[in-house]
């Protein structure tokens, strides 16, 4: 399907009548050079291999979700164009609904160029926006909200959002930002190799060690694996605590393996 072609309909509930999570957010297009160590600046270098993945946080959100069995949808913007066919029946690969995407008549999909280093398993991205508009109010107004049980924007605080406010770590983040959210809400920050925190509508704190792979190989989308696996658990009815170790040790799963597949 083109993403211009795109058709909006309501989605109806997942297999058995259940509700589904619905991600709101970005998909891109992911570039990846694999290459042995990060290179030198001017320098030329062989990649070790270079693919092209989808990718984006709603995006890579709904692939975890779905490989985790949950029924979900992706809502977004889409430019028109081949790029933009690649990630659209990428997502209907996984059985991520896109009734909700956007088609965008102008724009260029956001493209991420990312150089993945073998030797450390670490990634450095360079995003480029490519001048799409984001959904509107009118998009939501198309959404009809009871066939979710589960509507995911950024709720969850990063290492970097957290650092970019001063903190240095997640208990101190968590600590430092709770005033700022409404009674009855649940903060959640993960700090990569130092697990994850989070406050509940109790106001106690709540710590999972993180689970680390024998072998790092990709963490490159670590961060949206986490949060997906958070809300799969407390969607589900599972405790924050429990919530919060599964979601370490899926993203920890996620960090020894190339890609999504096989987190599960």
């Known amino acids: 399907m083109a993403a211009g072609a795109a058709t909006r309909r309501e989605p109806g509930p997942g297999p058995g009548g259940e ?38 946080n709603a995006s890579n959100s709904c692939t975890v979700l779905a490989l985790l069995g949950a029924p979900c949808a992706f809502m977004g913007s889409l430019a028109p164009g081949h790029a933009a066919d690649f990630v659209l029946a990428d997502l209907q690969r996984y059985g991520v609904d896109v009734g909700h995407a956007v088609p965008q008549p102008a724009g260029c999909l956001p493209t991420s160029v990312v150089i993945a280093n073998a030797s450390r398993g670490t990634r450095t991205i360079l995003h480029a926006h490519g001048n799409l508009p984001d959904v509107t109010a009118h998009d939501f107004e198309l959404v009809d909200f009871s066939q979710y049980k589960w509507i995911h924007w950024e709720v969850f605080i990063s290492k970097d959002v957290a650092r970019h406010f001063g903190y240095q770590s997640a208990p101190e983040a968590l600590q430092g930002l709770h005033s700022r959210i409404q009674p009855g809400a649940t903060l959640i920050c993960a700090w990569a190799e130092e697990g994850a925190d989070a406050i509940g509508p109790s106001g106690e704190l709540v710590h999972s060690d993180a689970f680390p792979p024998e072998t790092l190989v990709d963490t490159l989308g670590a961060g949206d694996t986490f949060n997906a696996a958070v809300i799969f658990a407390l969607s589900a009815g599972r405790t924050l605590q429990d919530a919060l170790t599964f979601g370490c040790q899926i993203a920890g799963r996620k960090c020894g393996i190339q890609g999504f597949d096989g987190i599960v």
């Open 19 to 56: 509700k589904r999570i619905l991600c709101v957010g970005l998909v891109c297009l992911d570039i990846i050079s694999v290459v042995e160590a990060y290179p030198a600046e001017d320098s030329d270098i062989r990649c070790v291999s270079q693919r092209w993945q989808r990718g984006g």
